[in-house]
Protein backbone atom coordinates (compact mmCIF):
# COMPACT_ATOMS: atom_id res chain seq x y z
CA UNK A 1 0.00 0.00 0.00
CA UNK A 2 2.84 2.56 0.82
CA UNK A 3 4.03 1.83 -2.16
CA UNK A 4 1.15 3.46 -4.13
CA UNK A 5 0.93 5.82 -1.66
CA UNK A 6 4.40 6.90 -2.36
CA UNK A 7 3.99 6.87 -6.37
CA UNK A 8 0.95 8.47 -5.66
CA UNK A 9 2.81 11.80 -3.99
CA UNK A 10 5.45 11.79 -6.55
CA UNK A 11 3.28 12.18 -9.58
CA UNK A 12 2.04 14.65 -7.90
CA UNK A 13 -1.41 13.61 -7.76
CA UNK A 14 -3.90 13.30 -4.97
CA UNK A 15 -2.85 11.65 -2.11
CA UNK A 16 -7.13 11.71 -0.54
CA UNK A 17 -7.24 9.61 -3.70
CA UNK A 18 -4.51 7.20 -3.13
CA UNK A 19 -5.69 6.98 0.47
CA UNK A 20 -9.10 6.13 -0.93
CA UNK A 21 -7.73 3.18 -3.80
CA UNK A 22 -5.63 1.95 -0.80
CA UNK A 23 -8.58 1.27 1.23
CA UNK A 24 -10.54 -0.20 -1.75
CA UNK A 25 -7.18 -2.25 -2.83
CA UNK A 26 -7.59 -4.00 1.25
CA UNK A 27 -11.21 -4.37 0.93
CA UNK A 28 -10.52 -6.69 -1.65
CA UNK A 29 -7.37 -8.19 -1.33
CA UNK A 30 -8.17 -9.04 2.69
CA UNK A 31 -10.77 -11.16 2.20
CA UNK A 32 -9.13 -12.76 -0.33
CA UNK A 33 -5.91 -13.45 1.60
CA UNK A 34 -7.63 -13.82 4.97
CA UNK A 35 -8.11 -17.50 4.57
CA UNK A 36 -4.25 -18.15 4.47
CA UNK A 37 -3.63 -17.38 8.25
CA UNK A 38 -6.58 -19.37 8.63
CA UNK A 39 -5.29 -22.64 7.59
CA UNK A 40 -2.23 -23.15 10.20
CA UNK A 41 -4.35 -22.57 12.92
CA UNK A 42 -3.77 -25.37 15.73
CA UNK A 43 -8.04 -24.96 16.89
CA UNK A 44 -10.27 -27.40 15.55
CA UNK A 45 -12.41 -24.43 14.45
CA UNK A 46 -12.11 -21.24 12.38
CA UNK A 47 -11.22 -18.35 15.11
CA UNK A 48 -9.48 -14.76 14.58
CA UNK A 49 -6.79 -14.40 15.16
CA UNK A 50 -5.50 -17.91 15.01
CA UNK A 51 -3.29 -19.26 17.79
CA UNK A 52 -0.26 -21.08 17.24
CA UNK A 53 1.08 -22.98 13.79
CA UNK A 54 0.40 -26.01 12.61
CA UNK A 55 0.15 -27.79 9.05
CA UNK A 56 -2.68 -30.47 10.74
CA UNK A 57 -5.19 -29.24 8.16
CA UNK A 58 -3.06 -29.56 4.90
CA UNK A 59 -2.44 -32.77 7.10
CA UNK A 60 -6.15 -33.91 7.00
CA UNK A 61 -6.77 -32.84 3.62
CA UNK A 62 -3.21 -34.76 2.00
CA UNK A 63 -4.98 -37.89 3.75
CA UNK A 64 -8.67 -37.38 2.65
CA UNK A 65 -9.05 -39.57 -0.26
CA UNK A 66 -12.57 -37.91 -1.09
CA UNK A 67 -10.50 -34.99 -1.39
CA UNK A 68 -7.84 -35.87 -2.95
CA UNK A 69 -10.15 -37.54 -5.76
CA UNK A 70 -11.74 -34.32 -6.01
CA UNK A 71 -8.76 -32.72 -6.42
CA UNK A 72 -6.99 -35.39 -8.90
CA UNK A 73 -10.79 -35.05 -11.28
CA UNK A 74 -10.85 -31.57 -11.13
CA UNK A 75 -7.02 -31.25 -12.27
CA UNK A 76 -8.24 -33.65 -15.28
CA UNK A 77 -10.85 -32.19 -16.17
CA UNK A 78 -9.01 -28.82 -16.74
CA UNK A 79 -5.97 -30.11 -18.37
CA UNK A 80 -8.57 -31.82 -20.76
CA UNK A 81 -10.84 -28.88 -21.16
CA UNK A 82 -7.59 -26.61 -21.70
CA UNK A 83 -6.09 -28.58 -24.58
CA UNK A 84 -9.78 -28.78 -26.39
CA UNK A 85 -10.64 -25.56 -25.68
CA UNK A 86 -7.31 -24.24 -27.08
CA UNK A 87 -7.56 -26.11 -30.29
CA UNK A 88 -11.21 -25.04 -30.59
CA UNK A 89 -10.88 -21.78 -29.92
CA UNK A 90 -7.51 -21.15 -31.87
CA UNK A 91 -9.11 -23.11 -35.06
CA UNK A 92 -12.45 -20.95 -34.87
CA UNK A 93 -10.77 -17.77 -34.36
CA UNK A 94 -8.04 -17.93 -37.33
CA UNK A 95 -11.11 -19.39 -39.54
CA UNK A 96 -13.26 -15.92 -38.68
CA UNK A 97 -10.22 -13.75 -39.31
CA UNK A 98 -8.48 -14.93 -42.12
CA UNK A 99 -12.29 -15.68 -44.47
CA UNK A 100 -15.47 -14.22 -44.98
CA UNK A 101 -17.95 -15.76 -43.88
CA UNK A 102 -21.45 -14.80 -43.79
CA UNK A 103 -22.48 -15.38 -40.17
CA UNK A 104 -18.80 -14.54 -38.27
CA UNK A 105 -19.93 -12.09 -36.25
CA UNK A 106 -22.82 -13.83 -35.25
CA UNK A 107 -20.88 -16.61 -34.72
CA UNK A 108 -18.06 -14.60 -32.47
CA UNK A 109 -20.92 -13.17 -30.55
CA UNK A 110 -22.12 -17.06 -29.86
CA UNK A 111 -18.53 -18.12 -28.64
CA UNK A 112 -18.81 -15.52 -25.94
CA UNK A 113 -22.32 -15.92 -24.79
CA UNK A 114 -20.87 -18.54 -22.20
CA UNK A 115 -19.15 -15.79 -20.17
CA UNK A 116 -22.55 -13.76 -19.80
CA UNK A 117 -25.31 -16.30 -19.74
CA UNK A 118 -26.01 -17.01 -16.22
CA UNK A 119 -24.20 -20.31 -15.47
CA UNK A 120 -27.23 -21.28 -13.43
CA UNK A 121 -29.19 -21.74 -16.48
CA UNK A 122 -26.04 -23.15 -18.20
CA UNK A 123 -25.42 -25.55 -14.80
CA UNK A 124 -29.41 -26.30 -14.77
CA UNK A 125 -29.63 -27.26 -18.75
CA UNK A 126 -26.62 -28.85 -18.99
CA UNK A 127 -27.83 -31.33 -16.05
CA UNK A 128 -31.11 -32.05 -17.94
CA UNK A 129 -29.45 -32.56 -21.50
CA UNK A 130 -26.87 -34.65 -19.53
CA UNK A 131 -28.77 -36.85 -17.27
CA UNK A 132 -30.82 -39.04 -20.14
CA UNK A 133 -27.80 -40.01 -21.95
CA UNK A 134 -25.88 -40.56 -18.45
CA UNK A 135 -23.29 -38.11 -18.65
CA UNK A 136 -23.68 -37.02 -15.12
CA UNK A 137 -20.62 -37.24 -12.87
CA UNK A 138 -18.62 -38.49 -15.96
CA UNK A 139 -15.78 -37.35 -17.39
CA UNK A 140 -17.11 -37.13 -21.23
CA UNK A 141 -19.88 -34.81 -19.68
CA UNK A 142 -17.33 -32.17 -17.88
CA UNK A 143 -15.32 -31.83 -20.61
CA UNK A 144 -17.91 -31.25 -23.39
CA UNK A 145 -19.10 -28.51 -20.68
CA UNK A 146 -15.93 -27.30 -19.67
CA UNK A 147 -14.58 -26.87 -23.17
CA UNK A 148 -17.13 -24.83 -24.28
CA UNK A 149 -16.97 -22.60 -20.98
CA UNK A 150 -13.06 -22.05 -21.84
CA UNK A 151 -13.36 -21.33 -25.46
CA UNK A 152 -14.53 -17.44 -25.09
CA UNK A 153 -11.16 -17.06 -23.05
CA UNK A 154 -8.76 -18.39 -26.14
CA UNK A 155 -10.89 -16.92 -28.93
CA UNK A 156 -10.39 -13.56 -27.30
CA UNK A 157 -6.63 -13.71 -26.51
CA UNK A 158 -6.09 -15.64 -29.77
CA UNK A 159 -8.25 -13.03 -32.12
CA UNK A 160 -6.53 -10.16 -30.24
CA UNK A 161 -3.26 -11.94 -31.58
CA UNK A 162 -4.32 -12.36 -34.46
CA UNK A 163 -5.23 -8.53 -34.68
CA UNK A 164 -1.87 -7.92 -33.63
CA UNK A 165 -0.26 -9.73 -36.16
CA UNK A 166 1.14 -7.83 -39.54
CA UNK A 167 -0.72 -9.76 -42.09
CA UNK A 168 2.23 -8.89 -44.44
CA UNK A 169 3.97 -11.14 -43.04
CA UNK A 170 1.73 -13.93 -44.11
CA UNK A 171 1.01 -12.52 -47.44
CA UNK A 172 4.68 -12.19 -47.90
CA UNK A 173 5.34 -15.88 -47.04
CA UNK A 174 2.42 -16.72 -49.23
CA UNK A 175 3.94 -14.41 -51.74
CA UNK A 176 7.34 -16.31 -51.21
CA UNK A 177 5.73 -19.72 -52.45
CA UNK A 178 4.46 -21.12 -48.47
CA UNK A 179 1.74 -22.83 -48.80
CA UNK A 180 -1.29 -21.53 -47.01
CA UNK A 181 -0.61 -24.14 -44.57
CA UNK A 182 3.23 -23.76 -44.20
CA UNK A 183 2.46 -19.81 -44.16
CA UNK A 184 -0.07 -20.58 -40.80
CA UNK A 185 2.55 -22.98 -38.86
CA UNK A 186 6.16 -21.14 -40.34
CA UNK A 187 4.58 -17.72 -39.67
CA UNK A 188 1.36 -17.05 -38.12
CA UNK A 189 1.75 -19.11 -35.43
CA UNK A 190 4.70 -18.31 -34.11
CA UNK A 191 3.78 -14.70 -33.72
CA UNK A 192 0.17 -15.59 -32.18
CA UNK A 193 1.66 -18.15 -29.66
CA UNK A 194 1.84 -16.03 -26.07
CA UNK A 195 -2.22 -15.11 -27.47
CA UNK A 196 -3.02 -19.50 -27.60
CA UNK A 197 -0.63 -19.83 -23.97
CA UNK A 198 -2.56 -17.15 -22.51
CA UNK A 199 -6.14 -18.35 -23.51
CA UNK A 200 -5.35 -22.01 -22.44
CA UNK A 201 -4.22 -20.52 -19.16
CA UNK A 202 -7.27 -18.73 -18.43
CA UNK A 203 -9.51 -21.76 -20.16
CA UNK A 204 -7.43 -24.25 -17.62
CA UNK A 205 -8.06 -21.77 -14.32
CA UNK A 206 -11.78 -21.43 -15.42
CA UNK A 207 -12.20 -24.83 -15.04
CA UNK A 208 -10.43 -25.77 -12.49
CA UNK A 209 -12.27 -22.94 -10.22
CA UNK A 210 -15.69 -23.08 -12.01
CA UNK A 211 -18.33 -23.77 -9.39
CA UNK A 212 -21.97 -23.59 -10.62
CA UNK A 213 -22.12 -26.21 -13.68
CA UNK A 214 -20.10 -28.43 -11.77
CA UNK A 215 -22.12 -28.32 -8.88
CA UNK A 216 -25.09 -29.59 -11.04
CA UNK A 217 -22.98 -31.91 -13.60
CA UNK A 218 -21.36 -33.66 -10.50
CA UNK A 219 -22.49 -37.06 -8.40
CA UNK A 220 -21.14 -38.98 -5.77
CA UNK A 221 -18.78 -41.07 -8.50
CA UNK A 222 -17.22 -37.99 -10.41
CA UNK A 223 -16.92 -34.77 -8.46
CA UNK A 224 -14.57 -31.77 -8.84
CA UNK A 225 -12.83 -29.64 -5.90
CA UNK A 226 -15.50 -26.99 -6.10
CA UNK A 227 -18.14 -29.51 -5.61
CA UNK A 228 -16.48 -30.97 -2.78
CA UNK A 229 -15.71 -27.38 -1.23
CA UNK A 230 -19.35 -26.43 -1.24
CA UNK A 231 -20.87 -29.82 0.15
CA UNK A 232 -18.48 -28.86 2.78
CA UNK A 233 -18.52 -25.63 3.23
CA UNK A 234 -21.92 -25.70 5.61
CA UNK A 235 -21.17 -28.46 7.86
CA UNK A 236 -17.17 -28.52 7.86
CA UNK A 237 -16.55 -26.14 10.40
CA UNK A 238 -12.51 -27.09 10.47
CA UNK A 239 -10.37 -25.17 8.90
CA UNK A 240 -9.89 -28.15 6.35
CA UNK A 241 -11.53 -25.63 4.19
CA UNK A 242 -9.63 -23.01 5.12
CA UNK A 243 -6.34 -24.93 3.88
CA UNK A 244 -8.43 -25.89 0.19
CA UNK A 245 -8.85 -22.55 -0.03
CA UNK A 246 -4.99 -21.35 0.23
CA UNK A 247 -4.19 -24.48 -2.06
CA UNK A 248 -6.80 -23.32 -4.54
CA UNK A 249 -5.27 -19.59 -4.08
CA UNK A 250 -2.20 -20.99 -4.77
CA UNK A 251 -2.78 -22.54 -8.08
CA UNK A 252 -4.78 -19.28 -9.02
CA UNK A 253 -1.08 -17.49 -8.03
CA UNK A 254 0.98 -19.35 -9.84
CA UNK A 255 -1.11 -19.93 -13.27
CA UNK A 256 -1.87 -15.70 -13.34
CA UNK A 257 1.73 -15.34 -12.92
CA UNK A 258 2.78 -18.07 -15.84
CA UNK A 259 -0.24 -15.72 -17.24
CA UNK A 260 1.86 -12.75 -16.94
CA UNK A 261 5.23 -13.65 -18.14
CA UNK A 262 3.62 -14.93 -21.20
CA UNK A 263 1.90 -11.51 -21.40
CA UNK A 264 5.39 -9.77 -21.35
CA UNK A 265 6.13 -11.13 -25.11
CA UNK A 266 2.46 -10.49 -26.00
CA UNK A 267 2.06 -9.27 -29.37
CA UNK A 268 1.63 -5.29 -28.22
CA UNK A 269 -2.08 -4.88 -29.90
CA UNK A 270 -3.58 -6.85 -26.64
CA UNK A 271 -4.87 -4.94 -24.15
CA UNK A 272 -5.29 -5.50 -20.54
CA UNK A 273 -9.15 -6.05 -21.14
CA UNK A 274 -8.75 -8.48 -24.26
CA UNK A 275 -6.75 -10.44 -21.57
CA UNK A 276 -8.98 -10.20 -18.68
CA UNK A 277 -11.91 -10.02 -20.12
CA UNK B 1 -4.67 0.27 -56.17
CA UNK B 2 -7.73 -1.53 -55.31
CA UNK B 3 -5.88 -4.55 -56.33
CA UNK B 4 -3.44 -3.20 -53.45
CA UNK B 5 -5.60 -2.51 -51.00
CA UNK B 6 -6.93 -6.30 -51.23
CA UNK B 7 -3.37 -7.31 -51.28
CA UNK B 8 -3.05 -5.83 -47.66
CA UNK B 9 -5.95 -7.87 -46.13
CA UNK B 10 -5.52 -10.96 -45.17
CA UNK B 11 -9.37 -11.47 -44.34
CA UNK B 12 -9.90 -13.84 -47.44
CA UNK B 13 -7.34 -15.93 -47.50
CA UNK B 14 -8.62 -19.08 -46.57
CA UNK B 15 -11.66 -20.44 -48.96
CA UNK B 16 -14.89 -20.82 -47.17
CA UNK B 17 -14.70 -24.34 -47.29
CA UNK B 18 -11.65 -24.21 -45.35
CA UNK B 19 -12.78 -22.10 -42.91
CA UNK B 20 -15.84 -24.55 -42.27
CA UNK B 21 -13.37 -27.37 -41.70
CA UNK B 22 -11.99 -25.07 -39.13
CA UNK B 23 -15.21 -23.81 -37.68
CA UNK B 24 -16.88 -27.39 -37.49
CA UNK B 25 -15.48 -28.32 -34.24
CA UNK B 26 -16.50 -25.23 -32.51
CA UNK B 27 -19.92 -25.40 -34.10
CA UNK B 28 -20.96 -29.07 -33.25
CA UNK B 29 -19.35 -28.27 -29.57
CA UNK B 30 -21.31 -25.15 -29.49
CA UNK B 31 -24.60 -26.98 -30.86
CA UNK B 32 -24.28 -30.18 -28.47
CA UNK B 33 -23.10 -28.53 -25.16
CA UNK B 34 -24.71 -24.94 -25.23
CA UNK B 35 -27.71 -24.64 -27.86
CA UNK B 36 -29.14 -27.97 -27.59
CA UNK B 37 -28.99 -28.15 -23.75
CA UNK B 38 -30.47 -24.31 -23.50
CA UNK B 39 -32.93 -24.77 -26.10
CA UNK B 40 -34.07 -27.80 -24.46
CA UNK B 41 -34.47 -25.79 -20.94
CA UNK B 42 -36.36 -23.53 -22.88
CA UNK B 43 -38.49 -25.89 -24.48
CA UNK B 44 -39.50 -27.31 -21.32
CA UNK B 45 -40.83 -23.91 -19.65
CA UNK B 46 -43.65 -23.61 -22.43
CA UNK B 47 -43.93 -27.35 -23.63
CA UNK B 48 -45.25 -29.89 -20.78
CA UNK B 49 -46.31 -31.84 -23.44
CA UNK B 50 -48.37 -29.54 -25.52
CA UNK B 51 -47.76 -25.62 -25.19
CA UNK B 52 -48.32 -23.93 -22.40
CA UNK B 53 -47.83 -20.72 -20.52
CA UNK B 54 -48.92 -21.84 -17.45
CA UNK B 55 -45.56 -22.68 -15.93
CA UNK B 56 -44.56 -18.69 -17.08
CA UNK B 57 -47.69 -17.62 -15.68
CA UNK B 58 -47.26 -18.86 -11.97
CA UNK B 59 -43.75 -17.16 -12.24
CA UNK B 60 -44.94 -13.72 -13.00
CA UNK B 61 -48.25 -14.08 -11.33
CA UNK B 62 -47.02 -14.96 -7.27
CA UNK B 63 -45.83 -11.79 -5.79
CA UNK B 64 -43.42 -13.95 -3.83
CA UNK B 65 -41.53 -14.98 -7.31
CA UNK B 66 -41.90 -11.15 -8.42
CA UNK B 67 -40.23 -10.08 -5.44
CA UNK B 68 -37.55 -12.37 -5.97
CA UNK B 69 -37.17 -10.88 -9.49
CA UNK B 70 -37.27 -7.15 -8.23
CA UNK B 71 -35.04 -7.86 -5.33
CA UNK B 72 -32.77 -9.82 -7.84
CA UNK B 73 -32.46 -6.73 -10.11
CA UNK B 74 -32.63 -4.13 -6.98
CA UNK B 75 -29.09 -6.05 -5.35
CA UNK B 76 -27.40 -6.22 -9.23
CA UNK B 77 -28.77 -2.73 -9.36
CA UNK B 78 -27.11 -1.42 -5.92
CA UNK B 79 -23.58 -3.82 -6.55
CA UNK B 80 -23.22 -1.95 -10.43
CA UNK B 81 -23.37 1.39 -7.98
CA UNK B 82 -21.28 0.18 -5.61
CA UNK B 83 -18.55 -1.21 -7.65
CA UNK B 84 -18.58 1.96 -9.61
CA UNK B 85 -18.12 3.91 -6.87
CA UNK B 86 -15.05 2.03 -5.36
CA UNK B 87 -13.76 0.63 -8.88
CA UNK B 88 -13.44 3.99 -10.93
CA UNK B 89 -10.96 5.65 -8.37
CA UNK B 90 -8.76 2.30 -9.13
CA UNK B 91 -8.63 2.59 -12.08
CA UNK B 92 -7.95 6.04 -12.35
CA UNK B 93 -5.30 5.79 -10.56
CA UNK B 94 -3.90 2.26 -12.30
CA UNK B 95 -3.81 4.25 -15.42
CA UNK B 96 -1.01 6.84 -13.80
CA UNK B 97 0.61 5.07 -12.05
CA UNK B 98 3.96 2.98 -13.59
CA UNK B 99 6.64 0.71 -12.73
CA UNK B 100 6.47 -1.32 -9.45
CA UNK B 101 3.18 0.70 -8.00
CA UNK B 102 1.14 -0.04 -11.05
CA UNK B 103 2.64 -3.86 -10.69
CA UNK B 104 1.26 -3.84 -7.49
CA UNK B 105 -2.45 -2.21 -8.04
CA UNK B 106 -3.09 -4.37 -11.17
CA UNK B 107 -1.77 -7.68 -9.03
CA UNK B 108 -4.34 -6.68 -6.70
CA UNK B 109 -6.91 -6.53 -8.54
CA UNK B 110 -6.33 -9.58 -10.86
CA UNK B 111 -5.43 -12.51 -8.06
CA UNK B 112 -8.78 -11.62 -6.70
CA UNK B 113 -10.27 -11.87 -10.08
CA UNK B 114 -9.08 -15.12 -10.59
CA UNK B 115 -8.97 -16.70 -7.31
CA UNK B 116 -12.23 -19.16 -7.22
CA UNK B 117 -15.42 -17.54 -5.88
CA UNK B 118 -16.04 -20.24 -3.92
CA UNK B 119 -12.74 -19.52 -1.96
CA UNK B 120 -14.15 -15.19 -1.87
CA UNK B 121 -17.08 -16.24 -0.60
CA UNK B 122 -15.96 -18.54 1.93
CA UNK B 123 -13.58 -15.92 3.32
CA UNK B 124 -16.79 -13.65 3.91
CA UNK B 125 -18.61 -16.72 5.90
CA UNK B 126 -15.13 -16.66 8.06
CA UNK B 127 -15.41 -13.05 8.39
CA UNK B 128 -18.29 -12.29 9.09
CA UNK B 129 -19.94 -15.46 11.53
CA UNK B 130 -20.86 -14.91 14.46
CA UNK B 131 -17.15 -15.44 16.46
CA UNK B 132 -15.39 -13.98 13.08
CA UNK B 133 -13.05 -10.94 12.80
CA UNK B 134 -15.43 -8.08 12.51
CA UNK B 135 -17.77 -8.70 15.31
CA UNK B 136 -14.21 -9.50 16.99
CA UNK B 137 -13.49 -5.86 16.14
CA UNK B 138 -16.78 -4.23 16.61
CA UNK B 139 -16.56 -5.89 20.31
CA UNK B 140 -12.48 -4.65 20.45
CA UNK B 141 -13.79 -1.27 19.73
CA UNK B 142 -16.85 -1.16 22.24
CA UNK B 143 -19.35 -0.54 19.79
CA UNK B 144 -21.33 -3.67 20.24
CA UNK B 145 -22.18 -5.70 23.41
CA UNK B 146 -23.01 -8.89 21.70
CA UNK B 147 -22.18 -10.42 18.53
CA UNK B 148 -23.96 -8.84 15.71
CA UNK B 149 -25.87 -11.01 13.02
CA UNK B 150 -23.94 -10.45 9.95
CA UNK B 151 -24.17 -13.44 7.69
CA UNK B 152 -27.72 -14.04 5.93
CA UNK B 153 -28.46 -10.63 5.90
CA UNK B 154 -28.49 -8.14 2.56
CA UNK B 155 -26.18 -6.21 3.32
CA UNK B 156 -23.93 -9.13 3.82
CA UNK B 157 -24.78 -10.14 0.16
CA UNK B 158 -23.87 -6.71 -1.37
CA UNK B 159 -20.82 -6.79 0.12
CA UNK B 160 -19.72 -9.98 -0.73
CA UNK B 161 -20.72 -9.37 -4.55
CA UNK B 162 -19.14 -6.04 -4.86
CA UNK B 163 -15.83 -8.08 -3.34
CA UNK B 164 -16.28 -10.38 -5.80
CA UNK B 165 -17.19 -8.35 -9.42
CA UNK B 166 -15.40 -5.34 -8.33
CA UNK B 167 -12.35 -6.42 -11.07
CA UNK B 168 -14.96 -6.70 -13.75
CA UNK B 169 -15.59 -3.16 -12.87
CA UNK B 170 -12.21 -2.07 -12.50
CA UNK B 171 -10.88 -3.36 -15.92
CA UNK B 172 -13.11 -2.23 -18.78
CA UNK B 173 -12.71 1.78 -16.75
CA UNK B 174 -8.92 1.09 -16.64
CA UNK B 175 -8.46 0.00 -20.20
CA UNK B 176 -10.79 3.09 -21.32
CA UNK B 177 -8.43 5.88 -18.97
CA UNK B 178 -5.21 3.98 -21.00
CA UNK B 179 -6.60 4.92 -23.91
CA UNK B 180 -6.96 8.41 -23.58
CA UNK B 181 -3.67 10.27 -24.55
CA UNK B 182 -2.14 12.23 -21.42
CA UNK B 183 -2.07 15.26 -23.98
CA UNK B 184 -5.58 15.99 -23.66
CA UNK B 185 -5.66 16.50 -20.26
CA UNK B 186 -2.42 18.89 -20.00
CA UNK B 187 -4.30 20.20 -22.79
CA UNK B 188 -7.07 21.24 -20.44
CA UNK B 189 -4.53 22.41 -17.78
CA UNK B 190 -2.52 24.76 -19.82
CA UNK B 191 -5.95 26.17 -21.10
CA UNK B 192 -6.68 27.23 -17.42
CA UNK B 193 -8.81 24.46 -15.99
CA UNK B 194 -8.62 23.03 -12.81
CA UNK B 195 -7.84 19.60 -11.93
CA UNK B 196 -11.53 18.97 -11.22
CA UNK B 197 -12.60 21.00 -14.60
CA UNK B 198 -10.47 18.96 -16.32
CA UNK B 199 -11.31 15.71 -15.47
CA UNK B 200 -15.13 16.68 -15.53
CA UNK B 201 -14.51 17.77 -19.19
CA UNK B 202 -12.40 15.77 -20.24
CA UNK B 203 -10.94 12.61 -18.48
CA UNK B 204 -14.89 11.27 -17.48
CA UNK B 205 -16.39 11.86 -20.33
CA UNK B 206 -13.75 10.13 -22.76
CA UNK B 207 -13.77 7.19 -20.05
CA UNK B 208 -17.43 6.86 -20.55
CA UNK B 209 -17.50 3.48 -22.58
CA UNK B 210 -15.08 1.14 -20.12
CA UNK B 211 -18.01 2.68 -17.72
CA UNK B 212 -20.54 1.30 -19.84
CA UNK B 213 -18.78 -2.16 -20.48
CA UNK B 214 -17.95 -2.32 -16.37
CA UNK B 215 -21.32 -1.45 -15.43
CA UNK B 216 -23.06 -3.86 -17.93
CA UNK B 217 -20.70 -7.18 -16.83
CA UNK B 218 -21.41 -6.32 -13.33
CA UNK B 219 -24.75 -6.32 -13.75
CA UNK B 220 -25.49 -8.96 -16.16
CA UNK B 221 -22.96 -11.17 -13.82
CA UNK B 222 -25.26 -10.13 -10.56
CA UNK B 223 -28.86 -10.97 -12.12
CA UNK B 224 -27.28 -14.65 -12.41
CA UNK B 225 -25.25 -14.63 -9.64
CA UNK B 226 -25.07 -18.41 -8.03
CA UNK B 227 -22.47 -18.79 -5.58
CA UNK B 228 -22.21 -16.20 -3.25
CA UNK B 229 -25.76 -15.18 -2.66
CA UNK B 230 -26.34 -19.17 -1.84
CA UNK B 231 -23.45 -19.19 0.87
CA UNK B 232 -23.75 -15.76 2.59
CA UNK B 233 -27.50 -15.24 1.97
CA UNK B 234 -30.42 -16.57 3.76
CA UNK B 235 -34.19 -16.88 3.13
CA UNK B 236 -34.77 -13.35 3.10
CA UNK B 237 -32.08 -12.39 0.30
CA UNK B 238 -33.39 -15.19 -2.19
CA UNK B 239 -32.33 -13.90 -5.77
CA UNK B 240 -33.46 -15.32 -9.18
CA UNK B 241 -30.46 -18.08 -9.44
CA UNK B 242 -30.83 -19.82 -5.81
CA UNK B 243 -34.53 -19.79 -6.50
CA UNK B 244 -34.20 -22.10 -9.63
CA UNK B 245 -31.79 -24.14 -7.99
CA UNK B 246 -33.94 -24.54 -4.64
CA UNK B 247 -37.11 -25.35 -7.29
CA UNK B 248 -34.76 -27.41 -9.69
CA UNK B 249 -32.85 -29.32 -7.25
CA UNK B 250 -35.54 -29.32 -3.77
CA UNK B 251 -38.78 -29.29 -5.23
CA UNK B 252 -37.51 -31.22 -8.48
CA UNK B 253 -39.94 -28.80 -10.28
CA UNK B 254 -38.00 -28.55 -13.22
CA UNK B 255 -40.44 -27.20 -15.37
CA UNK B 256 -40.96 -23.55 -13.32
CA UNK B 257 -37.00 -23.72 -13.14
CA UNK B 258 -37.03 -23.86 -16.67
CA UNK B 259 -39.64 -21.28 -16.67
CA UNK B 260 -37.68 -19.01 -14.44
CA UNK B 261 -34.43 -19.46 -16.12
CA UNK B 262 -36.72 -18.53 -19.10
CA UNK B 263 -37.58 -14.81 -17.73
CA UNK B 264 -33.54 -15.08 -16.09
CA UNK B 265 -31.97 -15.32 -19.53
CA UNK B 266 -34.70 -13.24 -21.05
CA UNK B 267 -33.90 -10.00 -18.54
CA UNK B 268 -30.46 -10.65 -19.36
CA UNK B 269 -30.69 -10.52 -23.31
CA UNK B 270 -33.34 -7.27 -22.85
CA UNK B 271 -30.37 -5.41 -20.42
CA UNK B 272 -27.79 -6.67 -23.30
CA UNK B 273 -29.08 -5.44 -26.08
CA UNK B 274 -30.19 -2.13 -24.29
CA UNK B 275 -26.61 -1.58 -22.67
CA UNK B 276 -25.33 -2.62 -26.55
CA UNK B 277 -26.81 0.77 -28.15
CA UNK B 278 -25.95 2.60 -25.28
CA UNK B 279 -22.47 1.44 -25.71
CA UNK B 280 -22.12 1.94 -29.57
CA UNK B 281 -23.82 5.07 -29.07
CA UNK B 282 -21.12 6.74 -26.71
CA UNK B 283 -18.35 5.55 -28.92
CA UNK B 284 -19.71 7.31 -31.87
CA UNK B 285 -19.92 10.48 -30.45
Known sequence: MLIVLDAARRLGGDVALACFVCIVLLFLVTPTLIVIPMAFGEADYIEFPPRGFSLEWFDRYLTDPDWIDATLFSLKIAAGAMVGATLIGTAASVALARSRLPGASLLFALTLSPLVLPHIVLAIALYLAFAPLQLVGTTTGFLLAHTMLGVPYVTITVSAALRGFDPMLELAALNCGASRTRAFFDVVLPSIWPGITAGAIFAFLASFDEATVSLFISDVGGKTLTRKFFEDIDFNLTPVIAAVSTIMLAVSVVTMAAAAIVKKRQVPATTEEDITA | ???????????????????????????????????????????????????????????????????????????????????????????????????????????????????????????????????????????????????????????????????????????????????????????????????????????????????????????????????????????????????????????????????????????????????????????GL
Open chain 2, 1 to 283: MAARMTSTSTAGIYSPATALVLLLPLIALFCGAFLYPVGRLLAMAVFDPDFTVRHLAKAVESPLYVNVFLRTARIAAAVTLAAFALGYPVALLMSRLSGRAALFVTACVLVPLWTSVLVRSYAWIVLLQTNGLVNGLLRWLGLTEGPLKLLYTEATVLVAMTHVLLPYMILPIYGALRAIPADYERAARNLGAGAVTSFITVTLPLSLPGIFAGCLIVFILSLGFYITPALVGGPETLMAATLISQQATELLDWPFASALSLLLLAGTLVVVVVFRRFLSLSK
